[in-house]
């Protein structure tokens, strides 16, 4: 079935260097979606790309979804604690929306003052 | 905003109980789904729903079931709980779609220990 997978499973840096977490599937997606879970939270969406080549910002974090829809990467410009947690991509089961989602295993962010 | 509120944070049980995990979401969404999450596992799906008395299976349903009597509540049942079924459970809730899926907004989580 479909699988997501995600790297890395843990990044540490220092407060105000860039992160990165990339998102890969065996398959192509019809969208993707991004989390993040702070420590002891519950996961929160951050947003979702639907088009080949999509590029979407907010703020410091920028979102990217691949040409052939299966890759996506997440990137984080100079860090700060406030970015703390698990950062988690998330694509359809099935091929269109109606089986729900399958989730990476999460990059933890951990930041170094 | 949404609010999804599970019954318990914290829940222990003993091997062999049968163990009710209570969901329920105010902003009437047809969607509703329970996921488990694990240390290096991350969350994986073990039934959703689309609508009241319907129940699809997700990628681990083994040893689960689920009741969605009203369309407000979702339900996850553990018939006779065994230590593997330690973890914590989320549940979430999504807009109506069947054609993309819409975003996911998750409990709090229960924190579920078998003994």
């Known amino acids: 079935g479909q699988q997501v997978m995600q790297i890395p499973q843990y990044q540490h840096v220092q407060e105000g260097e860039d992160f990165t977490t990339y998102c890969n599937s065996s398959?192509?997606?019809?969208?993707i979606q991004w989390y993040k879970q702070r420590p002891g939270g519950h996961p929160v969406f951050l947003i979702q790309?639907?088009?080949?080549?999509e590029v979407k910002k907010q703020k410091r974090l920028t979102f990217q979804f691949g040409e052939a829809k299966k890759n996506s990467s997440l990137h984080i410009t100079a860090t700060q604690t406030t970015d703390v947690g698990t950062y988690f991509c998330?694509?359809?089961?099935?091929?269109?929306?109606?089986?729900?989602?399958?989730f990476g295993k999460g990059t933890h962010l951990i930041i170094q003052p | 905003d949404v609010k999804v509120t599970q019954s318990s944070r914290y829940l222990v049980k003993r091997t062999g109980e049968k163990v009710f995990l209570e969901c329920v979401q105010d902003m009437d969404h047809e969607n509703m789904f329970w996921y488990r999450q694990d240390p290096g596992l991350g969350l994986r799906l073990i039934y959703f729903?689309?609508?009241?008395?319907?129940?699809e299976k997700g990628d681990i349903p083994e040893g689960y079931s689920v009741s969605r009597e009203k369309k407000e509540r979702f339900s996850l049942i553990l018939e006779s709980a065994s230590t593997n079924q330690t973890s914590m459970y989320l549940c979430a809730s999504s807009g109506n779609s069947i054609l993309s899926n819409q975003p996911q907004h998750f409990g709090d989580g229960t924190r579920l220990s078998i003994l």
């Open positions: 729903s689309y609508d009241v008395k319907m129940k």
């Open positions: 790309l639907v088009k080949s080549g």
């Open positions: 998330a694509g359809p089961r099935s091929g269109g929306g109606a089986d729900g989602l399958t």
């Open positions: 398959t192509t997606l019809s969208n």
